[in-house]
Antibody, heavy 121, light 109 residues
């Protein structure tokens, strides 16, 4: 079955760039769907960060757009997130997920287990 | 951009039926999807589209929609259904942007 696994530093200093990678197994990114990043600050709800199609088309949350870059590496079957100029407000569990965006619906399934990123000096 | 609004908390007696709602303008154009999240775990998709359940999701979970409101119904709630539930949909801008509701904490009494 499809599995996703996030990886990257668990601690990032303020003003630096957060970088995470999501490795996908059991499904080829090149085959379709789109691939998203979602985060959840401690004790709070889910926030969509952005998504990317296998073609490379990207869609970002307007509130984060100026700081976010999502890219895909089909040769490694993985996609990545970069979030620049981080502050303590970016401390969260970061999830990657496979997504579908159709004519009248959208969903994410499955999700990675999530990785906690703390922004602190 | 658009927003989805959920009640922060809902409770249900064991074995009874509970409805969790999600309101937002985007729901007039797009179906909601629903996720269950238990403490320390990643969200799990339980309902998508008009009323579709992924493989492995019990049939006590169902979805419906009317106007700007989507609902997740659990018929015969079980202790293991106690969790946070989030709705999401495409936003009303017409592109592939996504919005999540704030989540509903379901307590099974």
């Amino acid at each position: 079955q499809v599995q996703l696994q996030e990886s990257g530093p668990g601690l990032v200093k303020p003003s630096e760039t957060l970088s995470l990678t999501c490795a996908v197994s059991g499904y080829s990114i090149s085959s379709g769907y789109y691939w998203g990043w979602i985060r959840q600050p401690p004790g709070k709800g889910l926030e969509w960060i952005g998504s990317i199609y296998h073609s490379g088309s990207t869609y970002y949350n307007p509130s984060l757009k100026s700081r976010v870059t999502i890219s895909v590496d089909t040769s490694k079957n993985q996609f990545s997130l970069k979030l620049s100029s981080v502050t303590a407000a970016d401390t969260a569990v970061y999830y990657c997920a496979r997504g579908y965006s159709g004519y009248d619906l959208g969903w994410f399934d499955p999700w990675g287990q999530g990785t906690l990123v703390t922004v602190s000096s | 951009s658009s927003e989805l609004t959920q009640d922060p908390a809902v409770s249900v007696a064991l074995g009874q039926t509970v409805r969790i709602t999600c309101q937002g303008d985007s729901l007039r154009s797009y179906y909601a999807s629903w996720y269950q999240q238990k403490p320390g775990q990643a969200p799990v998709l339980v309902i998508y589209g008009k009323n579709n359940r992924p493989s492995g999701i019990p049939d006590r979970f169902s979805g419906s929609s009317s106007g700007n409101t989507a609902s997740l119904t659990i018929t015969g709630a079980q202790a293991e259904d106690e969790a946070d539930y989030y709705c999401n949909s495409r936003d009303s801008s017409g592109n592939h942007h996504v919005v999540f509701g704030g989540g509903t904490k379901l307590t099974v009494l």
